[in-house]
């Protein structure tokens, strides 16, 4: 069983920084991707960010290409992701998770095996 912990959500207002943890942990897993997603309020649940385990790539939104960046610490098995110029339309409950099973499809949230409980971000206008 893999448990995935998030951190760092919070308000604030718009223009400022976040940075999101997410700690994995558990017995004999493999990462392949780690991903961020999102939930705006009253909407579906989106795609953010992923990172590559090995070799590190990432792959963005456009919506947060230039303001966000995910990097990864593998000895931690911990994501981060950097928050820059937050806009109120990055309002919500953050999400990462964990492709163990090399689905590599990053952008997909049916790739991934397990999920964190979430964080918020509220950012106000």
């Known amino acids: 069983q893999v448990q995935l912990v998030e951190s760092g959500g919070g308000l604030l207002q718009a223009g400022g920084s976040l940075r999101l943890s997410c700690v994995a942990s558990?017995?004999?897993?493999?990462?392949?991707?780690m991903g961020w997603f999102r939930q705006p309020p009253g909407k579906e649940r989106e795609f953010v960010a992923a990172?590559?385990?090995?070799?590190?790539?990432?792959v963005y939104t456009d919506s947060v290409k230039g303001r966000f960046t995910m990097s990864r610490d593998n000895a931690k098995n911990t994501v981060y992701l950097q928050m820059n110029s937050l806009k109120p339309e990055d309002t919500a409950v953050y999400y990462c998770?964990?492709?163990?099973?090399?689905?590599?499809?990053?952008?997909?949230?049916?790739?991934?095996?397990?999920w964190g409980q979430g964080t918020q971000v509220t950012v106000s206008s």
């Open positions: 990172i590559r385990w090995s070799g590190g790539n990432t």
């Open positions: 558990g017995r004999s897993f493999s990462i392949y991707y």
């Open positions: 998770a964990l492709d163990s099973h090399a689905f590599s499809v990053p952008a997909f949230s049916g790739a991934y095996d397990y």
